[in-house]
């Protein structure tokens, strides 16, 4: 396992964009999804206050 640091620069701002509002279904597939990726620790969470956006996409077979 690695461990990484990101060093913000000083002159660092944060962004604010454009929040997507996810359904009911959607909200508890990426909870899920967060949840069993932190348990494998493909994942972690983070300190920073910057965030990152959560997108699904469909797959032929219809799953996400």
């Known amino acids: 396992m690695w461990n990484y640091t990101i060093d913000m620069k000083k002159k660092f701002v944060?962004?604010?964009?454009?929040?997507y509002l996810l359904s009911r279904k959607g909200k508890g597939e990426?909870?899920?999804?967060?949840?069993?990726?932190?348990?494998?620790?493909?994942?972690?969470?983070s300190?920073?206050?910057?965030?990152?956006?959560?997108?699904?996409?469909?797959k032929k077979n219809s799953k996400k």
């Open 47 to 58: 300190k920073l206050p910057q965030i990152a956006p959560v997108f699904f996409v469909k």
């Open 30 to 45: 990426a909870h899920e999804f967060i949840d069993g990726q932190s348990r494998k620790e493909n994942i972690k969470f």
């Open 14 to 19: 944060l962004r604010k964009e454009k929040v």
